[in-house]
């Protein structure tokens, strides 16, 4: 996979993509990555509802596009990690609500 990134992914990134812009997309997912984390450690968002885990998955999007344009391995795979981990909870969450219904 990290060998597909390397000749696929990153220079087909940077052909489109500026070192600056992809570097603000990091940071936006840095920045929603700290946001869910203050917002569930302050009650304001819970871990078993759907906007907890629609930031994780904002953050780990952003982190994801920056890492394969840094062709940052570990992560990238730290955040596909995440990014996985969010969507099925989210999953979770909508087929607990349909099971309850």
């Given amino acids: 996979m990290m060998y597909c990134t390397q000749l696929i992914v990153a220079p087909l990134l940077k052909a489109f993509v ?33 906007g907890y885990h629609i930031l994780n998955i904002l953050g780990a999007t952003g982190l994801i596009l920056h890492a394969l344009y840094m062709n940052d391995g570990p992560n990238l795979i730290c955040n596909l990690a995440w990014l996985s981990i969010a969507i099925i909870a989210i999953i979770a969450i909508f087929l607990r609500k349909i099971k309850q219904s």
Wanted: hydrophobic residues 45%; without cysteine.
């Fill in 18 to 50: 500026s070192e600056s812009v992809s570097s603000f997309v990091g940071w936006l997912g840095t920045g929603f990555y700290l946001l869910a984390y203050l917002l569930v450690s302050f009650n304001k968002v819970k871990a078993n509802k759907p």
